[in-house]
């Protein structure tokens, strides 16, 4: 693995993604309910496969090349 780059104290952060965008990923490919904080060891950790993690990592690509593309197209 290599090893990452330190981020430059003026690095700006990436923007951040829109939360109905996130629920609907954790909802569909993690079976995963809410992304809200209810205060529950029981509710707030999930068991999740690694398929479902590389599913929700393939469906939040996807969704930034698509953000990406119709900023681009405006």
């Known amino acids: 693995m290599t090893p ?3 981020r430059t104290a003026n690095a700006s952060k990436p923007a951040q993604a829109p939360a ?7 909802r569909e490919e993690m079976s ?3 992304l809200e904080k209810r205060w529950s060891d029981s509710l707030d ?5 690694v398929w479902g993690v590389k599913a929700a990592l393939e469906a939040a690509y996807q969704a930034g090349l698509n ?7 405006k």
């Open 4 to 6: 990452r780059k330190p």
């Open 20 to 26: 109905e965008t996130l629920e609907r990923i954790a």
């Open 32 to 34: 995963i309910e809410t």
């Open 45 to 49: 950790f999930h068991n999740v496969s």
């Open 67 to 73: 953000a990406a593309s119709t900023a681009r197209s």
